[in-house]
């Protein structure tokens, strides 16, 4: 798990999941699972990355407002908290991500699907 979150093959462990600095390739190019299956995969991801970046902002307003209360600039921190949040936890949420949907099985080559019955 800890190996997807750094960008590898949760199938195989080969490096290289990520083709830039947030997209995955298609399918790994050494065991050939399909990280991609279609185009809602990443909803999970990003709905997670959203929610790290709302408990930072909470947590950001937590560490500054009591003593201070609300101050000039508290929106614009908040804003920058939530961006740099999503900017870093995105590609290891990502990674996880795409872990937790191999471990569902969701991540396998073509023809493997082990939903697919005899004959389709
Ligand atoms: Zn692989």
Do not use: N, Q
């Not at 408990?55 to 101050?71: E, K, S």
């Not at 870093?88 to 569902?104: H, N």
Request: include cysteine; glycine fraction near 16%; hydrophobic fraction near 50%.
């Amino acid at each position: 798990m800890l190996g997807a979150m750094r960008g590898r093959c949760p199938a195989c462990g080969a490096p290289g999941a990520f083709a830039g600095p947030y997209r995955l390739r298609p399918r790994c190019e050494r065991c050939g699972v399909v990280f991609e299956r279609d185009g809602g995969t990443w909803l999970g991801a990003s709905v997670l990355a959203y929610v790290l970046a709302m408990l930072a902002m909470a947590g950001f307003a937590w560490a500054t407002v009591p003593g201070r209360g609300l101050y000039r600039g508290f929106e614009a921190g908040l804003i920058g908290v939530a961006v740099a949040t999503v900017l870093l936890v995105y590609r290891p949420v990502k990674g996880w991500w795409l872990w937790a949907t191999w471990a569902a099985g969701w991540v396998h080559r073509d023809g493997e699907d082990p939903e697919a019955g005899p004959g389709t």
